[in-house]
Each structure stands twice: as C-alpha cells, then as structure tokens.
C-alpha cells in the first residue's frame, strides 16, 4: 500500500504517482470521498493538479477538469 505501490506503479508502468498517507482520511472514510473533497477544493483554490494519487490501497487518476477514475 502507499509509497509502496507507487514504487512499483512507476517501475512497472511508468507511472509517477502522488502518495497521501491513509493517515489523512477521516475515520471511515474511503479514499474515492476524500479525494473528491480534496480536488473540489483545489479547483476553488486554482490549485489542482492532476494525476495519479495513491491513498491506501487505491490508485486515483485525476484528469484536468477534475474527474476522479479509479486505475486500481
């Protein structure tokens, strides 16, 4: 999980990927829900950034717009 599949995401598929630790999320929260928070908040700020994130067990891919497509 975390910084450990991103490791293997980028010698397997080439992907560079942004880890954030499940430390974060609130108590019962799913990655998806957070993440989706989190980018609705970036896109007010002006701040977003997309690409892959790993939180957990999950690879999120967040597009330009802001969409969230889960990859694993």
């Known amino acids: ?10 010698a ?5 990927a942004k880890v954030i630790p ?3 999320l609130g108590k019962g ?4 829900s957070f993440l989706t928070k989190e980018v609705a908040q ?3 700020d002006g701040t977003l ?5 790993v939180i ?7 597009d330009e717009q802001g969409n ?3 990859l694993l």
Do not use: F
């Open 49 to 53: 950034q997309p690409g892959a994130v």
């Open 68 to 70: 969230i497509t889960p």
């Open 1 to 10: 999980t975390g910084s450990t599949l991103a490791t293997i995401l980028r």
């Open 56 to 62: 957990s067990n999950r690879v999120l891919i967040v």
């Open 22 to 24: 499940s430390t974060k």
């Open 12 to 16: 397997t598929k080439g992907i560079d």
């Open 42 to 44: 970036a896109k007010k």
């Open 29 to 32: 929260e799913d990655p998806v």
